[in-house]
């Protein structure tokens, strides 16, 4: 209890015995500005009973009623930033829900016009040329790949004693057949264009060819490959090769 409680307390003792014995008890047991108000107004029956203004018992219950107000006061503020935290998170959640429906919407969108455009692309004979292309190109490169892990096995193989991991070899001669399986439907898919294979070394294959590998491999792209494989046309033609070998 604090200094001022007691002296209050003992104030009331000498007209209300029964009044220090309820203040008190509320002065224990209040937490917070609420809890204080409800004890308050447990006894404020008593509190507004007759009382002379003049005399000190007088002048304690208007203290009281000033401390009570006070309280009300407070509670009130409180409930007021409670209120307005609520109001604000509100907000903020409605402005979230709205700028993900926003950013939902614009994708809907960029999606809706990318199929417009791929279906567009893949009435053009030469963009698929370009496609079909990449496909053989990007099944060549892993063909090597897989041949040149076979003639390394072997070779470490000669020099290390003559043991050759089957499982290993295996493994890169099914790479060698899917990717000639893939390449020869990749040309049949061209004969149907009525169109050759394009060079590897064309630009455009290239780019695609070095774009699906760094895709496949996890590889961080500089700045300029970045913008490359990541431009319209780009995202188009792979989106197509995507489409047009799931392998890839």
């Known amino acids: 209890m604090t200094t001022a409680a007691a002296a209050l307390a003992m104030v009331l003792a000498a007209s209300d015995p029964g009044l220090e014995a309820a203040w008190n008890e509320c002065l224990r047991e209040a937490r917070a500005p609420p809890q204080l108000l409800e004890c308050n107004a447990a006894f404020s029956g008593h509190l507004a009973g007759p009382a002379e203004p003049d005399t000190e018992h007088g002048r304690l219950v208007r203290a009281i009623l000033n401390v009570r107000q006070r309280l009300a006061d407070q509670a009130l503020a409180e409930e007021l930033r409670r209120a307005e935290a609520r109001q604000a998170a509100l907000e903020r959640a409605a402005a979230a829900q709205a700028e993900k429906e926003r950013r939902e919407a614009a994708e809907r969108e960029t999606r809706a016009a990318t199929e417009h455009l791929l279906a567009a692309r893949q009435e053009n004979p030469r963009f698929m040329q370009l496609a079909w292309s990449s496909v053989i190109c990007r099944w060549t490169s892993i ?106």
């Open 143 to 248: 063909r090597t790949d897989a041949k040149r892990e076979i003639e390394k096995e072997r070779k470490y193989a000669r020099e290390g004693g003559g043991v050759v991991d089957l499982g290993a070899l295996h493994a890169e001669q099914q790479r060698m057949r899917r990717a000639d399986e893939h390449s020869e439907h990749a040309r049949s898919e061209l004969r149907n264009w009525k169109a050759k294979p394009l060079p590897c070394k064309e630009t455009l294959v290239f780019a695609a060819v070095v774009c699906l590998a760094a895709d496949e491999e996890h590889v961080e792209l500089d700045e300029d490959l970045r913008a490359t494989c990541h431009s319209l046309d780009m995202t188009l033609l792979l989106k197509t090769i995507h489409r047009a070998d799931s392998y890839l």
